[in-house]
């Protein structure tokens, strides 16, 4: 998910090919050795750096074929004002439930980064992160999403959504002007949101007996900032909560001691006008500071569940190490592998674990709230049977992600799974990259 808008469309093209073949000839994903699977995952966790994977690992250990589930644009979005940025219909795919989930949602908020002025916007219109144009026409549900039992035993008969990402800015701008220095963009997030909603709760989400909001990365910032107003559309008797993966961006100083993920999320903010959004938040603070987890999750009432490394791939490329904050390059080994990184990297990436159980040390004491904070080098970790549940999946406390989630949802325990610091944790897949998430 890199600062400036950028598609991986080609990466993602041969990972759903390669996906499929593995598919066809009914390979079995509980036999892969180690290093094959360290290559899916850094194939799968480069497609995250711009883009949750709907092309993951969905094939299941008993190896049926993955559901293809088709894209549904908005009926009437332009009159509803509810545009991509290049003024294209908004979309969504959902598959239907059966059973037990009939009357289940959960729907999940794509990420996909954010563009801060008209030249990066510009670039995600010719891209499915700006266009429903360029979206495809049918995705591949995984992890979550998976209607397979073996990889999602909680979840796998509900009705699932996956909500395209297409305004830049986690589905939460509302500018009226199109014309921006004489070209038409349409910051339209919010409008994305509620036009999506409105064709949900009349398609059977309005009578919801359990309802579960999810996102990963800019997605998963989308679901802390919507999750509330999700609740409020739902029946008053109905279960309703929400799951951030990967969504918090952490507020601190790179390695050069500049704030550049703030300065960027500045940008962000005014240019989609969301001040407005956040009328609670502190009006001495900067207004990209008003946009980061930290400060939105000060006045949910909702429960949610924090999923998040503690060592998270991209925040390490692009907010605690960026390029720009090292001329010298000698983060870059450290940057493409954890394992590579400088006994005083490391005590820098220590700090960096801090910041985050600092920032989450308050809903560490809601009980209502979950979290699951491993010690993994990866970014989004719902999408991916691999990471969600199945035999390899990291663990904490002996809990897959997707049990510990379960546990949480259902009421089963209480769930604050906080894992040791990094190298502890032998079940985690770190990533290894060839060259950092694209920027």
């Known amino acids: 998910m890199p600062p400036p808008s950028s598609s991986s469309a080609p990466a993602t093209h041969h990972l759903r090919l390669w996906w499929r073949r593995r598919g066809r000839a009914g390979a079995v994903v509980a036999t892969f ?25 969905s094939s299941s250990s008993s190896g049926r074929s993955p559901v293809l589930v088709g894209l549904t644009l908005v009926r009437g979005a332009e009159e509803k004002g509810a ?31 954010w563009c801060r002025n ?13 266009s429903s144009r360029y979206m495809e026409h049918q995705v591949e549900f ?69 309802a579960f909001l999810t996102g990963c990365s800019a997605g998963g910032l989308a679901t802390y900032i919507h999750c509330d107003a999700f609740r409020a559309l739902l029946p008053k008797d109905s279960r309703v909560k929400c799951l951030a993966d990967g969504g918090f961006f952490l507020d601190v100083e790179d390695i050069s001691r500049k704030r550049t993920i703030r300065a960027f999320y500045n940008d962000v903010v005014r240019l989609q006008d969301m001040r407005k959004r956040f009328p609670h938040c502190d009006s001495n603070l900067e207004p990209g500071q008003c946009f980061f987890p930290q400060e939105v999750v000060k006045n949910i009432v909702t429960p949610v569940f924090v999923l998040n490394p503690a060592y998270d791939a991209w925040q390490v490329q ?5 390029v720009a904050s090292d001329p010298q390059h000698s983060w870059m080994d450290c940057r493409l592998d954890i394992s590579k990184c400088s006994s005083n990297q490391l005590e820098i990436l220590q700090g960096f674990r801090k910041e985050l159980h600092n920032a989450i040390s308050e ?49 089963r325990r209480e769930v604050k799974e906080i894992d040791c610091e990094y190298p502890c944790n032998p079940t985690c897949h770190n990533l290894v990259f060839a060259k950092p998430f694209k920027a």
């Open 33 to 57: 050795s180690v290093a094959f699977l360290s290559a899916a995952l850094l194939l799968t966790l480069s497609y995250y750096a711009s883009l949750p994977p709907s092309t993951s690992s």
């Open 363 to 411: 809903l560490k004491e809601k009980r209502d709230w979950g979290m699951y904070i491993n010690s993994c080098f990866v970014h989004c970790q719902s999408l991916n049977s691999f990471t969600w549940h199945s035999p390899s999946s990291p663990r904490v406390n002996n809990k897959s992600i997707a049990e510990a989630v379960g546990d949480w949802f259902f009421d």
């Open 142 to 210: 995984a992890g979550i999403l998976s209607d397979d039992k073996s990889q999602n035993p909680d979840f796998y008969n509900w009705n699932k959504v996956k909500i395209r990402y297409c305004d830049g800015a986690s589905f939460s701008g509302d500018v009226n002007d199109e014309l921006q220095n004489g070209t038409r963009f349409f910051f339209r997030g919010q409008r994305i949101w509620e036009a999506v909603m409105s064709e949900l709760l009349l398609t059977g989400l309005g009578h919801a007996k359990q």
């Open 318 to 322: 692009h907010v605690l190490a960026p």
């Open 83 to 113: 545009l991509c940025l290049d003024g294209s219909p908004p979309g969504y795919h959902l598959q239907r439930g059966s059973g037990s989930g009939s009357q289940s949602w959960l729907i999940h908020l794509e990420g996909g980064g």
């Open 118 to 130: 008209l030249r990066s916007c510009a670039s995600r219109k010719k891209s499915m992160l700006g």
